[in-house]
Every structure is written in structure tokens, then in C-alpha cells.
């Protein structure tokens, strides 16, 4: 495994609730991704544009990587990846939208499902009372 911190960043803040709410538990990115991506991984889950400030949604654990032709996207892959689309062709166009240039179903798409890593509250030290001397 690869070191260093790693982020998946979505650029649209329309995912940041979405993402809270553990609606949006993967992302489908074009091309194989799976040199950069893979299971175990701990990255950022962030939003923000490119060159400018990113939010850190909360710290996720990668949970699969699959590559795989668009054509060959499931229900379940697109409704992870945007929890209001249902059809492939919804996911086919939000995809244009974001890589500004035509997805056929046999370019090659990765599908990265990520859980978000939920740290226990920190523990309270004491009463908050000044501590007695014996």
C-alpha cells in the first residue's frame, strides 16, 4: 500500500449532505483508477475546486475498487455513487457533465465504495475538579 494521505474530492457541494448523511457511499470516476485507489486504503473526503480551499467531510476507508466498462454499471454501483439516479443513462450524463465530453458504454469507469471511519467521542479525564492532594 501506497503512503501518505490520499483524498477523494467531489467538487460539488451538493454531495456534502449526501455524504453526511451516508447517502453517498462511493464515487465513479472515469478511467481505471485502481493504480491510485485500492481496498483498505484510508483517505480525506473532501469538496472544494481544484487550486482552492477543500472541506473535510470525514475520513473514509476505501471498501472495494472495480473497474469496469460504463456499459456494465448496476443499479447499485449508480445509486452509491448518486442516491437520487436510478438508470445508467441519469449516471451516463451526470458523467458528461463533469469530464465535459461523451461517455460510451465502453469506456472503462472505476467504482470506489468507501465507508466513513467514525472516531469514538474522546474520553473525559476526571470530574473537572481541581484534583486533592492526600
Known amino acids: 500500500m501506497r503512503g501518505g494521505i490520499y483524498v477523494l474530492n467531489f467538487y460539488s457541494a451538493v454531495f456534502i ?3 453526511k448523511r451516508g447517502r453517498k457511499t462511493a ?3 472515469l478511467g481505471d483508477k485502481s493504480g ?4 483498505g486504503q484510508v483517505v480525506w473526503i473532501t469538496v472544494g475546486f481544484r487550486h482552492s480551499p477543500r472541506e473535510k467531510i470525514f475520513t473514509a476507508v476505501i471498501d472495494d475498487v472495480e473497474v ?9 454501483d ?4 448518486n442516491p437520487e439516479f436510478r438508470r445508467l443513462e441519469d449516471e451516463t ?3 458528461e457533465q463533469i469530464y465535459s465530453r461523451t461517455i460510451a458504454e465502453d469506456d472503462v469507469v472505476t467504482v470506489i465504495r468507501f465507508s466513513q471511519i ?3 467521542p474522546r474520553a473525559h479525564l476526571g470530574n473537572g475538579e481541581t484534583p486533592h492532594h492526600n
Do not use: C, M, N
Not at 68 to 76: Q, Y
Not at 78 to 81: L, Q
Open 93 to 95: 450524463k451526470f458523467l
Open 17 to 19: 449532505d449526501q455524504l
Open 118 to 120: 467514525v472516531e469514538p
Open 78 to 81: 449508480i445509486e452509491h455513487d
Open 36 to 39: 491510485k485507489y485500492e481496498r
Open 68 to 76: 469496469k466498462p460504463a456499459g456494465e454499471l448496476s443499479r447499485r
Open 27 to 29: 464515487t465513479i470516476r
